[in-house]
């Protein structure tokens, strides 16, 4: 069974930077696409970005825009969310995923446990 293990999250403050790691267990994830939600207290889990096999971003939520940047590692099956100017708006679980693309939007069929991110104002 595929694993994602995601790693970085934690509790800073508005305008600090964190980095956000994502770690698959099998090869088979290495031309998938991979990504990004999230889903704060009481609200839908919400698309936050993803990025295709050869490296390709697709659009990024506009409340992360300008702000998150993703990046993958095909070598090692890693995929990576660093953000910055933090909000107390992104304050949520954050959940790595991977699968296939359809548009822009990401399909996952695998999920990771989640990592949380508080933001303090």
């Known amino acids: 069974q595929v694993q994602l293990v995601e790693s970085g999250g934690g509790v800073v403050q508005a305008g600090s930077s964190l980095r956000l790691s994502c770690a698959a267990s099998?090869?088979?994830?290495?031309?998938?696409?991979m990504g990004w939600f999230r889903q704060a207290p009481g609200k839908d889990r919400e698309f936050v970005v993803a990025?295709?096999?050869?490296?390709?971003?697709?659009a990024y939520a506009d409340s992360v825009k300008g702000r998150f940047t993703i990046s993958r590692d095909n070598a090692k099956i890693t995929v990576s969310l660093q953000m910055n100017s933090l909000k107390p708006e992104d304050t949520a679980v954050y959940y790595c995923?991977?699968?296939?693309?359809?548009?822009?939007?990401?399909?996952?069929?695998?999920w990771g446990q989640g990592t949380q991110v508080t933001v303090s104002s």
């Open positions: 990025i295709t096999w050869t490296g390709r971003p697709t």
């Open positions: 995923a991977a699968g296939p693309l359809l548009g822009e939007s990401l399909r996952p069929n695998a």
């Open positions: 099998q090869r088979t994830f290495s031309r998938s696409a």
